[in-house]
């Protein structure tokens, strides 16, 4: 993650171990929780492991999310962790993702990511935009200017 071309963050996971380091400082290893959230956000599409990575999910009903009807699903990883996923009932597409995690006191917090601007990329659709709040004191929001699939990565990126 950059802020106006200046490194803020970043975070590697080579199938097996996850790291990471912030500003400049020094690195550090994943483990537990912060280790189980970066193996989930590797996958391309972590909905896909659901039937087949452990993991357990149940239809909880509708909601209203941004003025449309939703499905609401209760998502159970396999280390434990409970998410609530919102699908939008006309698209499918997902809108919203909810999860605890802790905050920056050390307690625990309820992280809000709603989902928008659905653009296609090769075929498939995915947000160009997200609005993040309760992770932080402040909500931000993140806007995708270009996604590239199946393109060639230099290998300098996944190293500290």
Request: hydrophobic share 35%; glycine share 10%.
């Amino acid at each position: 993650m950059t802020k106006n071309g200046q490194p803020m963050n970043k975070q590697l996971y080579d199938g097996v171990e996850g790291k990471q380091s912030s500003t400049g400082a020094q690195i550090a290893y994943l483990e537990g929780e912060q280790l189980n959230d970066l193996k989930e956000q590797a996958l391309f599409c972590k909905e896909a492991a659901y039937k087949t990575g452990g993991y357990k999910y149940v239809l909880k009903g509708l909601e209203v999310v941004e003025g449309s009807n939703a499905y609401v699903i209760e998502v159970e990883r396999p280390d434990g962790k409970k998410i609530t996923e919102y699908y939008d009932t006309k698209t499918s597409l997902k809108v919203r993702e909810v999860s605890t995690a802790k905050g920056a006191d050390g307690a625990p917090t309820v992280q809000t990511v709603d989902l928008m601007d659905y653009k296609e990329v090769n075929g498939v659709k995915l947000p160009h935009g997200m609005k993040v709040s309760g992770a932080l004191p402040v909500p931000f929001k993140v806007s995708v200017s270009e996604i590239k699939l199946n393109s060639g990565v230099d290998d300098a990126v996944f190293k500290m």
